[in-house]
């Protein structure tokens, strides 16, 4: 099994969750006793989230960096950013780091295509909906028409990321606001939706929608899982 290695803390919230995931996937693959081998760096998401407000983007590449070639240098063998927004330094650990990394953004799309969706609603926060690194990815890559809520809307998504799931607070008001939204963007045909920041499953899954649901948090880690024993 390779060494799964985890850039966390954007949010702990997140980063529990894909620990729990990565050890539950190892142990229905491999059965008995095994659990997942994987080493976690994880930051002061206050730290993260005032450089992502100040759009400092050059000091938060080189932190991932620095965390990921430290990742590598403990023994990781595939490096994971358990956070959709901070996949924006992809191509600066690129170029320091000698191991794989996962693109959360490519395991959507191939998921999404997979599925033969034509047309998805992105959530996430404001910077994974409105900057264009991930967006691209799944045009360019997958042929996928990519959605996001209006202004108003991708507010509310992004508030609710950051003053609630970020903190681990789950309120059926905020849950409301997201189906409400994802309702307006089946009728304009979207036939899936994107799940695009790690902690929007704390309070969307499946069940609760009509339309297909992509969770970037389940598929990136059981796309880890598949290549640490594969």
């Not at 954007?10 to 990565?22: A, F, H, K, R, V």
């Not at 430290?70 to 994971?80: C, D, K, P, Q, T």
Request: net charge negative; hydrophobic share 40%.
């Amino acid at each position: 099994m390779k060494k799964i290695g985890l850039i966390g803390g954007i949010t702990w919230q997140s980063t529990q969750l894909y620990y729990q995931l990565l050890n539950t996937k190892v142990s229905e693959e491999l059965g008995g006793q095994s659990s997942c081998e994987c080493i976690i760096e994880s930051v002061n998401f206050a730290d993260i989230s005032a450089k992502q407000a100040k759009s400092d983007w050059q000091a938060l590449h080189a932190q991932m960096t620095d965390i990921a070639v430290r990742l590598e240098n403990a023994g990781a063998e595939v490096i994971l950013i358990c956070a959709n927004t901070m996949h924006l330094s992809v191509p600066s650990i690129k170029e320091k780091i000698t191991v794989p990394l996962l693109h959360i953004a490519e395991v959507a799309g191939k998921v999404v295509k997979e599925r033969g969706f034509q047309k998805v609603l992105l959530l996430g926060t404001k910077y994974t909906m409105e900057l264009d690194f991930y967006k691209d990815i799944l045009k360019n890559q997958f042929g996928i028409e990519v959605m996001v809520p209006n202004t108003e809307d991708r507010e509310i998504v992004h508030t609710i990321i950051y003053s609630e799931l970020s903190k681990g607070i789950i309120s059926n008001e905020s849950k409301q606001h997201y189906l409400d939204i994802i309702k307006k963007s089946e009728k304009d045909g979207a036939e899936g939706v994107i799940l695009g920041c790690t902690e929007i499953p704390l309070l969307i899954q499946q069940d609760d929608c009509d339309i297909a649901v992509v969770d970037t948090t389940k598929e990136h880690a059981y796309a880890a899982v598949e290549f640490a024993i594969n």
